[in-house]
DNA sequence: AGCCAGTTGCAAATGCTTCTCATTTGCATT
DNA sequence: AATGCAAATGAGAAGCATTTGCAACTGGCT
C-alpha cells in the first residue's frame, strides 16, 4: 500500500518506454492492480478500477490488460473453468495452488519440479518454452 | 483397432450401468473416442463421428461428452488458448506436453513430479485433488 | 407392441472477450 | 498555448465455443 504508488510510477515508466500512452483509465487500472493482493478477473478489476474512474469501460479493462501483458507487467491465467485471472508479473515466476471450495489462490514455487519439467521436455526431444502447474486442492481438516 | 469394438461394447456397458441410454449418436461418438489416438476437440469428434451417423449433432457431441466425462470415461483439457480437448480416461494419469508450433499432444508422466506435488498441497495445509502440469515446448532444432 | 423418461436436432441464448467506429486525448512539435 | 495526428476511448455489436429450450423422437423395460 505505501509502496504502491512508486510501483505505479515504476510501471507507468515501463508503459512509456514501450511506445503505450499513460491514459487516465490506464493509471487507475495499475493502481488496482498494483494494490491487488489476489488475482482478480476483467469485471473485478472492471468494478474496482471505477472507483477511482468512474469512465473506464470493460472494453478499456480488456485492452489495457492485454497491452500490459504484452508488454511483460501483466500475466494472465487461466485457471479451471473460470475467467481470466491477473497479476502483476514482478514477483519471480511461481505455480498457483487454487482452493477448490473458495477459489482463493496461493502461490508456491519448487525449484525442484522446475527443473524435472526441464528434463522430461528434453527427453523427449524438446525446448521447454513455457509450462502451466495447477494444483486444485482442499483444506486439510483435522 | 482391433480392440476398439471391445472397448466401445466395455464403454457402452459403463455407461447402461449409470443410467445412461445408448443412442445411436452415442455409439458413434464412443467409436470415433476409442479409436482416437490424439485429443480432438469436439467439433473435430463431430466431423468424425458423421462419417459413421450423419445425423449427429454438434449439441448432442457436446452433451455427450459432457455425459461421458461424468460417468468418468472421458476427459476434458482445457489448453492455452483453445477450445476444450478429450481423449478416453483408460490410460493411466498423465500430463502432457504441448508443441507449440503444431498443437501436437505427447503424454509422459513423472511420478517424481507426482509425489512433489503432494508434499507442496500438505506443506500449504492442503489435500491435492487434482492438477493440471502443462508443457509449452518447441522441437529441438539441431 | 406400448409406454415414457431420456435424447435428439435445431435454433436461440450464453458469457467472456474482442472488435468496430465515431469521438476524444496524449503528447511531440511548433 | 495552439496544432496535428496517431493512439486510445466508450458503447455497443460481433465472435466463438459451449449450453439450453423445446417439440419431436426413441431406447429399452414391461
Redesign the pocket.
Known amino acids: 500500500m505505501k509502496q504502491s504508488k512508486n510501483r505505479v510510477e515504476e510501471l507507468e515508466g515501463i508503459l ?1 518506454d514501450g511506445g ?7 493509471a487507475a487500472i495499475l493502481k488496482i492492480l498494483a494494490e491487488a493482493e489476489d488475482h482478480p ?2 469485471s473485478e478489476l472492471h468494478r474496482r478500477a471505477k472507483e477511482i474512474d468512474a ?6 479493462v ?3 490488460l ?1 497491452a500490459l501483458e504484452q508488454q511483460g507487467v501483466v500475466q494472465r491465467h487461466a485457471f479451471e473453468n473460470a ?2 485471472r491477473f497479476e502483476t508479473a514482478d514477483a519471480p515466476h511461481h505455480d498457483h495452488l487454487i482452493d477448490i471450495e473458495t477459489g482463493a489462490v496461493i502461490e508456491f514455487r519448487s525449484d525442484k519440479i522446475e527443473q524435472l519439467q526441464a528434463e522430461i521436455a528434453a527427453e523427449l526431444g524438446y525446448d521447454l518454452v513455457r509450462h502451466r502447474l495447477e494444483l486444485y486442492c482442499r483444506k486439510r481438516k483435522d
Open positions: 512509456r503505450v500512452r499513460v491514459t487516465r483509465q490506464r478477473d476483467a469512465t473506464v469501460s470493460l472494453s478499456t480488456y485492452r489495457t492485454s475467467t481470466a
